[in-house]
């Protein structure tokens, strides 16, 4: 058996944040290996890469999720007591959950409110010299998903939640004042979520049977109990937030359209090309570069020996980049999606394995959705000139984008 090979330094968490997306797979190159010793946060931890590398991390006899999440990440981005820090039993019931709200049709139609919100959109962005697309995505798909989910949502309000469901992915590995930004909007967030579960048991609202409002606030677990209204109010979060996340990606996918105007023609000549555009658009733009676990007992791989309660870092951009699954896999190529059969590890930007049994992120498929649709949108029914601006992507940032949130002017609809 062999030692896992280790990283320079006695800490490697300053590196990680200087370098998010690439520390992990550059350690590997330098060190000649997919895996690598370190210490993050002062806490024992194994880094990963590579296919091989996922199939093992979701291999749920090996590794478990409870516990194994920075109390910052936990405390912004996901919450506590929901389906991500699950294992097991408990974590399948739980899954059925959200799996329950991706349908065909369900996706269909918050797909379709979407599409209504930027015909509605489009006619004040001809009004004004120029719009922020990051801004206006966020707060269409806010209102898009909240409609969908049957979560009244006030006028009034609109801003407000589209800055805290922000705040939750967008701060989540921020330090200093944003972070403690991304907990208050956590904490009022959970608040008015708990307050909405509970006016649906009381009878207060009535959502349609089918919402995620009434799926989750009517859900009971393993053990017959309804979701306690903290928890339930976690999950009902963990279905708008990451749909209002998809903004990032969408700013991405304008990026790569504009960076790659030749594929505007081909998205205008065939529909069919819109879904090999948006998942090259996932693969090599990054989103979050790494997902964690903790060793559920010890177990060897490789020769490699992994100890018990040892934290796992699996390298989530640099998996997706890793030039032993990707040829060229730094250049934008979505015809590589054509024929190519994906596995459940080797392209993971939203997770791994399997969405029914696996921790990975039954979301995507309405990110794919909504990038379609807004990617249609674009190239068939606007015009729009992109002004000079700063377009590189701030890689230290979470996620990354350009500093101008990208800047659209003189939109016009066409006849």
Partial sequence: MFGIPSAKGFD????????????ISETCRALDTDLF???????????????????????????????????????????????????????????????????????????????????KYAPDWEARNEVVLYDEVREMLTRAVCAWARVPLDEAEVATRRAQLTALFQDAGALGPKHWRARLARHRLEKWAARLIQQVRDGELQPTQES?????????????????????????????????????????????????????????????????????????????????????????????????????????YGTNTDARSW????????????????????????????????????GEWIAISQMKAFCSFFVNAIDYEVPDQDLDLETEELPPMPKSRFIMRNVRRRQ
């Fill in 37 to 119: 010793e370190t210490r993050i946060l002062l806490q024992e931890t194994i880094c990963m890469t590579g296919a091989a590398a996922a199939e093992v991390f979701y291999s749920e006899d090996k590794l478990i999720r409870a516990g194994s999440m920075p109390g910052r990440i936990q405390k912004t981005l996901l919450g506590e007591g929901g389906v991500q820090g699950l294992d097991g039993a408990a974590h399948q019931h739980r899954k059925k959950m959200f799996m329950s709200l991706m349908g065909t049709e369900r996706i269909a139609a918050l797909q379709g409110t979407s599409l209504h919100m930027l015909d």
């Fill in 327 to 362: 040829d060229a896999p730094q250049e934008f190529r979505p015809e590589r999606f054509h024929d190519r059969e994906v596995t459940p590890y080797d392209f993971i930007p939203q997770g791994g394995g399997d969405h029914h049994r696996n921790h990975r992120c039954p």
């Fill in 12 to 23: 490697s968490t300053l590196a990680l944040l200087r370098n998010p997306y690439g520390f």
């Fill in 212 to 316: 995620a409002l009434h799926i989750i606030a009517t859900w009971r677990d393993l053990d017959g109990e309804l979701l306690t209204p903290r928890v339930a109010a976690v999950e009902l979060l963990n279905v708008l937030r990451p749909t209002v996340a998809v903004s990032v990606f969408i700013v991405q996918a304008a990026h790569a359209l504009h960076r790659h105007p030749e594929w505007r023609q081909k998205l205008k000549d065939d529909e069919g090309q819109l879904e090999p555009f948006v998942q090259e658009v996932r693969r090599l733009y990054p989103f979050f570069p790494a997902v964690a676990a903790r060793v559920k007992s010890d177990f060897e791989w490789r020769g490699y020996r992994f100890p018990k309660g040892y934290r796992v870092l699996l390298d989530l």
